[in-house]
C-alpha cells in the first residue's frame, strides 16, 4: 500500500512539472511588471505567473499556520480548564463521601 502511494505521488509530481515546462515553454514573451513604486525588468510572463503562485502558497501557509497556532492555543487553555474540573469533581465525590453522604 505504501509503495502504490509513492508511485502515485511521484506520478503526481511528475505530471505538474510536465504541465509547469509546457505552460513556460508557451509562455516566453517578456512582460514588465510595473509596481507603482518600482518597475521591474521585463521577464518571461511564466516566471511572473509563477512566482505569483508561489507567493501566493507560501501567503496561505503562513495565514494558515498563524489560524492552527491560535486553535491549538485555545485548545490547550480548554484541555486545562477541563483537568482543573475533573479533579474538582473528584475532590468534590471524596468530601461527599467522608460527610457520610
Do not use: C, T
Amino acid at each position: 500500500m505504501n509503495v502504490l502511494r509513492k508511485v502515485i505521488a511521484l506520478l503526481v509530481i511528475l505530471a505538474m512539472v510536465a504541465v509547469g515546462v509546457l505552460f513556460a515553454l508557451q509562455n516566453h514573451q517578456p512582460v514588465g511588471l510595473d509596481l507603482l513604486v518600482y518597475e521591474f525588468a521585463p521577464r518571461s510572463l511564466a516566471l511572473w505567473l509563477l512566482l505569483a503562485l508561489a507567493l501566493g502558497g507560501v501567503l496561505g501557509l503562513l495565514a494558515s499556520s498563524v489560524i492552527i497556532l491560535r486553535l491549538r492555543g485555545g485548545l490547550a487553555i480548554a484541555r486545562r480548564k477541563l483537568e482543573k474540573s475533573k479533579l474538582e469533581l473528584d475532590r468534590l465525590r471524596v468530601a461527599g463521601i467522608k460527610d457520610g453522604e
